[in-house]
């Protein structure tokens, strides 16, 4: 209060000579947001005008004056070229698996290192969230020889761990032949094999759960634990507690993590590129949207179909996000009530 | 009644101390071995990158970094001197083999001791070779000759672009940060969506045109691309600063202000100095971030290669000799070019995971 009159006083003692209060405010704030505000114009809401209009024509960067308008082609084009629509599926195939088994490690990991029980908690912290801060090409390349089909440590991990199973079923009788099948299991060579290239990048983006285990494990930190005592005195056991009290006090850090996993899926580009080369090899299983998007623009030189690609994701994305907002009233509880 | 529950009571507290202590070393166990999954790929990369080049083809190596034992042999026929691989031979204990043949004809086998000959008949594809632990510093020197350009002009082009840009980043985001926490602005909370908003936007959608832009004023190839953009503040380190200027008293301002201090005198001489270790967290974040970056060296600097940072020419490196089977080398660059990341995360890691949480959360 004492404030207010001060400011009064001082706009009364200047009339008129100086701007109000509020005007300064307003001027010395649009000062400091100039930076963001200046570069969202030009390096956000132009480009983005640009590629919009862009996506209407037949545009060559070395050859400009080609320039073409073509309105709907490009789209069109895309609706019917097999390398985009392979690109497509196989980006929707990456999304569908591995955005929920990195959601569901991770919130597992986070509820592992939460656990009172458990000794050396900012030790395992560290060690499960450090990988995200290994240099992304130097991960993949990690990662490239540890999953190899002939020297790879996976392959003998999962190989010895078959044949011990196998071993000892061998010893239970009646169960020769599944024995025999644990016994002569070959690891699949995961980037030379048509059928496992996927999931071997899904493998390593499981590496990278850090960002989303620190998330979970802050917002299962969040929780009063008087919640957890109440339910305790209504008789619910650990997985009632699990399901009835952490799920929905969670469920705001469960939503963002979901969304920016999403995001992440759709913009899916370093560690194939590192691994599969811009075609997406094996046989294109790992060409992914922005393989295609990345050779139309830059190794065929076709921008127009570049920025079409770039737009219909964009769109995806939207309506994506769109209808997670949409719906997450329905299943995203907020404690503090609307915001 | 009593009598009995006394000592239940003793019996109980004691036991339930074990069982507590049996959960504790049965969750710790389980997190043990879940944690040893994710270290994996790195202890790989720490043996394969240590281990003679000459074994990385051997499938069934140990995970040590090791070598096979090997004698010279000197022919008495032709007096000519080979080195062969000692084996296991079951039956027969370390032998070296001298002459191969399809079983179940006899190979030709040497006692690396005493010299002495003995015709084997044994399926020689099916032997082990004797391994002994064994570390080389040969793959370092051989990453650091071949890597092209060389280490230095990489790691040099990777700090002059992860410098200056994080000046920029830090830089914009404090005054931006500042701007959305302590002034009223009409339409700010509008703007801090749109803000917010961003973070979603694909980058894709603007990767092109800003392609055409920059290369059309001259700048590709050149590093300008990789840096001026974030002297514009980005909307991860905005938020992350916004949110911690907004648990600043706000008290401090208000009295610096009856003192006549301007607003910029108040964010360097009071904001600032309550603010670091978000701001560290920001400069991390951002020096990481170049580091890490790709899509953005690989078409802006990919047409010379004096100006590739670390991740573009570890790449190329990885590329041109994986078909050659250069296992270990390639293992080795990458060691080289993870260290310093690693151990500025080692010494940071609190600040890095704060800074995680509270961009994360507080939403």
Redesign the interface.
Known sequence: MAIVQETDVLTTAAPKRRLSMTQRETAWGLLFLSPWLIGLAMFTAVPMLISFLLSFTEFDLMHPGTTKFVFLDNYAWMFSDPNTITSFIVTVKFAVISVPTSIFLALGVAILVNQKLLAGKRVFRTLFFMPVQIPLVASTIIWLDFLSGQTGWLKFIMEDVSGAIGNFLGIIPGLGGVATEFKTFLAPDWFNSTEWAIPGLILIGLWGIGNMMLIFLAGLQAVPTELYEAARVDGAGPWRQFRNVTLPMISPVFFYNLLLNIIGAAQYFTQVYVIAGPLGNPDHQTFVYNLNLYDEAWTYNRMGHGCALAWLMFVIILGVSLIMFRTSARWVFYAGGER | MTSTTVPTGLYTHRSRRAR?LG??LS??A??GA??LL?????L??LS?SFTDPKV??????P?YPAITETVNYRDPNTGIETELTVYDVPGYGRLALVDQKFYPLESTFVNPDTGELKQIAVDTFSLRPIWHFHMTLDNFTAAINTINPDFGLLFRNTFIIAITGTIGAVL?AI??A???A?????G?DG?FL??IG?I??????????????F?SIGWVPSWLPLIV?H???NAYN?FLLRQYFLTLPRELD?AAM?DGAS?WRI?TSVIIPQSWPAIIAVTLFHF?FA??D??GP??YTSGNEQLWP??IG??NF??VY?GAGA?SM??AG??I??LL??AI??VA?RV??RG??IS??E?
């Open positions: 507590k959960a504790t969750v710790t389980i997190a879940l944690c994710f270290v994996l790929p790195l790989y990369m394969a990385t083809s051997i499938p069934d190596k995970l914009s005054l931006v500042y701007g959305f302590r002034f009223r602005i009409p700010r703007l749109v803000l961003t979603m936007l694909p980058f894709q959608v603007i990767l092109i045109p800003q392609f055409i832009i290369q953009p002297f514009f503040a905005v208000e009856m607003p964010l990481f580091w890490n790709f899509l690989l078409i670390i991740a570890l790449n990885n590329t994986r296992t390639i293992q990458a060691l070019s993870v990341p690693v995360f080692f890691q890095f995971m995680v949480v994360g959360v939403k």
